[in-house]
Each structure stands twice: as structure tokens, then as C-alpha cells.
């Protein structure tokens, strides 16, 4: 970039991503003040009895899920992409339907089939005998079954678009040159594909550390659970506040290794000689093959624990657990989700752009600030905005609008994550020569730059609204007093393993969702 063009920063844009990553980092500083203020003992207690074992399993967990998600997202976008097989079209958007499956839902699903005596166990006995036995949901295994089918879209859509995206020209000149077309895949296309490939990754591993519903049901010791029950169970904030410093840390070294191999792997594709994949037709039998294996994962993902909240919500109707109270209980979710995605994707405008165009390192400080509250465990993060509401801005202290801000913070780098790729891919040559014809930089970022992103930031608003739809444990410490969403209701009930009172509202956040995730697949996003 030339210099001409560095001195045109515009300085409010810079003075809003300061001001935004200085709000966002305050529950930080919280966290930090907690843990530095811990006494020594508090740290030798946690050193020598809970910190290695709470690594141990988050690290392990994330590396675990993280490999999962890349086997199946990756194989199953490769598929919808490069195959042209009967039933297509319905696959490319049904295999993100587990967005819509809250991991805790999934987890009391798993706990109920999976448990002692359950279906599961009952079915593999059948053919084990009386004595067999299946792993235990409240394990290591549990949790990464869970997670991963939960997560495992977030890779999919991101290397679906890449490979929408992709120019076979590069394979061609491969395969001309002598390439054999499994390496053509790893030294060629998967290398290509690598900035989508990773920001996919990131989200997945980003929540798994972050999770609260699916490990506190499962009862998996990470780091975020034990906050939880350092702060309800205990009311130790000050060793809640040395694990989240850990996590914090944690999350950090992750970021700028992943933000280093993204640097590193950063292209704009070609567009003189762009030639669009053509999807090979398959037979009967690869048909076969490949619906198969769509509906073991799309079964076990959501199509299983659907029919089961459906079975259980008939249940619950026909007992009168259901009544008019679930029409507010829909309004709370969607009208916090909605705000919170909106105002999100309006704050990730300045600090996205800057941080891509204007790479310096005030404008990059920025955005990674902006990352730090993904990671804040969802219980320590509620308390530090509560703390700081009533001295900051005591008047909004026990309103609805602490939750829109707590769901900011926790969810701005989901969409970040898909709001910075699609900005990447747009070369600086467009602005440099929308300036040159005389507008200005917001004018150009207005008519030139956001109508070519346009598709990328709806998917980042879809995705911040399905996780706060979802979002559990800041909603349970910092929602008004009768103010209940969907969530909370599910988790009332399920923690009490009250499976059939907490279906309906879970089924609730499904259809609600739906919507949604309907949208961010009906529409061709490279022509938006």
C-alpha cells in the first residue's frame, strides 16, 4: 500500500475502534485486578491441586474437537462442492442445522442415550450381551462427541464458500505439470484454502474453551466449568479470577500463533483467468456412498436429538407444561439476539477495516483486544459487567441492556472471524482506485467496500445471532429479575433432569434458529 493512501486514515474510524476495544478489554482488567490481587496462597492452592489437570483436559478437548471438525467439515464441504449426486442441494443447507442444536441440549440428549441404561447401552448389549458397556457420556470422550458435532459446521460453511470461491485454474497447472490429483489436493488445493480452513478452526477451539453448558452437564473439568464453580459453588472470585487469567493467557498465545500462520498464508485469487469447479457426476453407487455418510453425521448431529425433543415436547404439551409464557420467553431470545448481532456487526466494521488496510499496530492492538472477550469465561465476564454497570452506568444496572453487552463481548470475535477473511479477499486495488476518482475513505468503504463484503458480514450477523440464542451462563447471572429466554429455561430443567420440561424450549431454539441458518445458505453469497 502506498504511502498516499496510509495518510489518508481516517481518524474517526481509529477513534471508534480505540474507544470500542477499550470497552470491550474492561471485563479484562477486571479479570486481571481479580487475579493479581489473589493472595499467594490462592495460587499455590490452585498450582498444586486444579491447574494441571484443568490444562491438561481444555487443551486436550480443544485439539480433540478441532481434529474432528476438520475431518468433517472439510470432507463433507469438499463433497457438496466437487459432486454433483442426487439430493445435493438438500444437503448443502442441512448439514448446518447442528448450529441450531445448543451443545448443552446435545449433551442431556447424550447423557440420556449414553448414560447407564440407556438406549444406547441397551442396544449394544444386544449384540455384547448383558454385560457390555458403552463409554460413558461424563467423560473426555463425551465431551468431544458432543462438541464436535456440534461445532463441526463452522468449518464446513467456511471451507464451503473457499471452495465456491476457488479458481480450478491452480489444479489444472498442477495436474499439467504431473501432479497426481491427491497431490494436487494436499500441495495445491488444501494450501489455498488454508486462511478459510483456519479461521474455521479458530471458532471451534475458541468455543470449546469458552463452553459452559455442554461440560458443566457432562460434567468434563475445564477451565471455564471450574469458574463456574468457583464462583456460584465457592464464591472464591478471587481463584475464579487466577483461572480466567490462565484461560485468558491461553486464548492469547493461540490467537497470535493462528493470526502468524494467517499472515503467513494470506492470497488474493486471480480473477483474469478465473474458471469456476465443475462437479463430477457420480453413480449409483457413489451416491450411495456419499448420501450415507451424510445421514450417519447429520443423524447423529441433530436429526436424533431433534426427533427426541420432538418426542419429549408432544409429552410436555399433552401434560399442560406448556403454556402462554413461551410466546415471552421467544421474544426475549430473539429480541437479544437480534440487538446484540446488530450492534456487533456495526462495532466489527471499524476494527476489521483498519486492522486489514491500515495494518499498524494500534489498528492490529485493536482487534485482538476485541478477541479477548470470546474467551472470557461466560460466568466471571457476567460478574465484571456487573460490577462495573453499577459504578459505570448504574442506571442501566439490572436491565436487559447488560446482557446485550455481555453478548457483544462474548460473540464479537465470531463474527470477526468471518467479517476479516471476506474483507481480505477484497483487493486494495478497488479503493485505490475509487480514490483516485475522488471519494473519499468512508464514502469508498460505503459504496465500494461494504457492498462487496455485504454477503460475508450477514453470515458473521447470522452466526453472533445463533450464539446468543443459544448463550447460557452470562444470561442466568445477569437477566433482569422474571426475565427468562429459552435457554435458561432449558437449563433449569435439564440440569434437574427434567428432560421432557426442558424440550420445549430447547425445540423453541431450533425453530427460532432455523430461519436463520436457512438464510445463510439459500443465497449464492459470491454474487452478494
Not at 447401552?121 to 463409554?135: M, S
Not at 490467537?255 to 500462520?261: G, V
Request: a positive charge.
Amino acid at each position: 500500500m502506498t504511502a498516499a493512501v496510509r495518510q489518508t486514515v481516517p481518524l474517526s474510524l481509529s477513534i471508534v475502534a480505540l474507544m470500542v476495544a477499550g470497552l470491550i478489554c474492561l471485563p479484562l482488567m477486571y479479570i486481571v485486578y481479580l487475579a493479581v490481587s489473589a493472595d499467594h496462597t490462592v495460587w499455590s492452592r490452585l498450582w498444586s491441586t486444579r491447574i494441571p489437570e484443568l490444562l491438561l483436559n481444555t487443551v486436550s478437548l480443544a485439539v480433540s474437537v478441532a481434529a474432528g471438525t476438520f475431518v468433517l467439515g472439510v470432507s463433507l464441504a469438499w463433497l457438496v462442492v466437487r459432486y454433483n449426486f442426487f439430493g445435493r442441494r438438500l444437503w448443502e443447507w442441512a448439514l448446518v442445522l447442528p448450529l441450531a442444536m445448543p451443545t448443552y441440549v446435545l449433551a442431556f440428549v447424550y447423557t440420556y442415550l449414553l448414560g447407564a441404561g440407556g438406549r444406547a447401552e441397551q442396544a449394544w448389549q444386544l449384540w455384547a450381551g448383558p454385560e457390555g458397556r458403552i463409554f460413558s457420556p461424563y467423560s473426555y470422550a463425551g465431551a468431544t462427541l458432543v462438541m464436535t458435532l456440534d461445532t463441526f459446521p463452522f468449518v464446513y460453511l467456511l471451507t464451503r464458500a473457499a471452495l465456491l470461491n476457488f479458481n480450478v485454474s491452480f489444479e489444472e497447472v498442477a495436474r499439467v505439470c504431473g501432479a497426481s490429483r491427491l497431490s494436487t489436493l494436499f500441495r495445491v488445493t488444501l494450501p489455498l484454502m488454508r486462511p478459510a480452513i483456519v479461521a474455521g478452526l479458530s471458532l471451534v477451539i475458541m468455543y470449546v474453551v469458552s463452553d459452559f453448558g455442554a461440560v458443566s452437564l457432562l460434567r468434563f473439568q475445564t477451565f471455564t466449568y471450574a469458574v463456574y464453580q468457583q464462583v456460584t459453588g465457592r464464591y472464591d472470585h478471587a481463584a475464579a479470577g487466577v483461572l480466567s487469567l490462565l484461560l485468558v493467557l491461553f486464548a492469547l498465545i493461540f490467537l497470535i500463533t493462528e493470526r502468524w500462520f494467517r499472515q503467513r498464508s494470506r492470497f488474493y485469487q486471480t480473477t483474469g483467468r478465473y474458471r469456476s469447479p465443475e462437479r463430477t457426476p457420480c453413480g449409483p453407487v457413489g451416491t450411495v456412498l456419499i448420501t450415507a455418510y451424510m445421514v450417519l453425521v447429520l443423524g447423529v448431529a441433530f436429526g436424533l436429538p431433534a426427533l427426541l425433543l420432538i418426542r419429549w415436547s408432544v409429552s410436555a404439551v399433552a401434560e399442560g407444561a406448556v403454556d402462554a409464557r413461551f410466546l415471552g420467553f421467544i421474544w426475549n431470545s430473539t429480541l437479544l439476539s437480534g440487538l446484540a448481532a446488530t450492534f456487533a456487526v456495526l462495532i466489527g466494521i471499524p476494527l476489521v477495516y483498519l486492522a486489514t488496510r491500515w495494518p499498524s499496530k494500534l489498528h492490529v492492538l485493536c482487534l485482538q483486544a476485541a478477541y479477548a472477550g470470546y474467551v472470557l469465561p461466560g460466568p466471571v465476564g457476567a460478574l465484571a459487567l456487573l460490577v462495573l454497570f453499577s459504578h459505570i452506568a448504574p442506571f442501566w444496572f439490572g436491565t436487559a441492556a447488560v446482557l446485550i453487552v455481555a453478548y457483544i463481548v462474548h460473540f464479537l470475535p465470531a463474527g470477526l472471524q468471518t467479517m476479516e477473511p471476506a474483507l481480505q479477499q477484497v483487493t486494495p486495488n478497488l479503493e485505490e482506485a475509487a480514490r483516485s476518482l475522488g471519494l473519499g475513505t468512508l464514502r469508498t468503504l460505503r459504496k465500494v467496500i461494504l457492498p462487496l463484503v455485504r454477503g460475508g458480514f450477514i453470515a458473521a450477523w447470522i452466526l453472533m445471532f445463533l450464539q446468543s440464542m443459544k448463550e447460557l451462563p452470562a444470561t442466568l447471572l445477569l437477566r433482569p429479575v422474571g426475565f427468562d429466554t429459552l435457554a435458561v429455561r432449558v437449563w433449569l430443567e435439564a440440569s434437574e433432569e427434567y428432560y421432557q420440561l426442558a424440550a420445549p424450549s430447547a425445540l423453541l431454539i431450533v425453530i427460532m434458529t432455523l430461519p436463520a441458518l436457512l438464510l445463510l445458505v439459500s443465497k449464492d453469497w459470491r454474487a452478494a
